[in-house]
């Protein structure tokens, strides 16, 4: 049984950085598409990056391309969101989720798809 670890979150100041951590434990982190999603209150979980098993395909959504990097550590069995010039807006409860397989850059945006889901980690950006 796949289980999800989140770590990293916290409080930061406007411009700053924040890495997330997503360590997986139950089955190798190689063979599966990781997504880190967020939730503020009061709105929909949302996509936020993914990175595939499928030649480490990576995939992020418009407000972070630029800013926000994925990367995933195969000897940790561990996936990372490095978070770089940090605004207000991205304030949410970060979760880190996995898809059984390979997917596209396309569908890896589809929350449907991933089981299990990490139990969340807290990003507070003040301005």
């Known amino acids: 049984q796949v289980q999800l670890v989140e770590s990293g979150g916290g409080l930061v100041q406007a411009g700053g950085s924040l890495r997330l951590a997503c360590e997986a434990s139950?089955?190798?982190?190689?063979?599966?598409?990781l997504g880190w999603f967020r939730q503020a209150p009061g709105k929909e979980r949302s996509f936020v990056a993914g990175i595939s098993s499928l030649r480490g395909a990576t995939g992020y959504r418009d407000s972070v391309k630029g800013r926000f990097i994925i990367s995933r550590d195969n000897d940790k069995n561990t996936v990372y969101l490095q978070m770089n010039s940090l605004e207000p807006e991205d304030t949410a409860l970060y979760y880190c989720?996995?898809?059984?397989?390979?997917?596209?850059?396309?569908?890896?945006?589809?929350?449907?798809?991933?089981?299990?889901w990490g139990q969340g980690t807290q990003v507070t950006v003040s301005s």
């Open positions: 989720a996995a898809v059984m397989g390979p997917t596209t850059v396309q569908s890896m945006r589809d929350k449907r798809l991933y089981r299990p």
């Open positions: 139950g089955r190798s982190l190689s063979s599966m598409t």
